[in-house]
């Protein structure tokens, strides 16, 4: 099992960046694919980006790619969501989640584990 907490959410203008934590717990936080997802206001949750176990091809949703950048540090157990180039539609709050083995789902149920969020805010 891992538990999860991300940080680094906040108040940016557009075209401001952002970088987002994830910090697991466990010692096989390795073994785990992450993925980063986003939830709006009455809106569903949507996939962002997710990075295998291997920390090899990430990949990420059409409305990120060439914007947002997601990494792995597996000695720290840590993954980090670089976000350049915000706009005002990236307002959401921002959730990592868990799962262990390579995973390619962009589904959210595909993830078991999940932490509780952090609010991020683009301003116009």
């Known amino acids: 099992q891992v538990q999860l907490a991300e940080s680094g959410g906040g108040l940016v203008q557009t075209g401001g960046s952002l970088r987002l934590s994830c910090a697991a717990s466990?010692?096989?936080?390795?073994?785990?694919?992450i993925g980063w997802f986003r939830q709006a206001p009455g809106k569903e949750r949507e996939f962002v980006a997710r990075i295998i176990n291997g920390g090899t091809t990430p990949y990420y949703a059409d409305s990120v790619k060439g914007r947002f950048t997601i990494s792995r540090d597996n000695a720290k157990n840590m993954v980090y969501l670089q976000m350049n180039s915000l706009k005002p539609e990236d307002t959401a709050v921002y959730y990592c989640?868990?799962?262990?083995?390579?995973?390619?789902?962009?589904?959210?149920?595909?993830?078991?584990?999940w932490g509780q969020g952090t609010q991020v805010t683009v301003s116009s």
């Open positions: 466990g010692r096989t936080f390795s073994a785990y694919t």
């Open positions: 989640a868990a799962r262990l083995g390579p995973v390619y789902a962009t589904r959210d149920n595909a993830y078991p584990y």
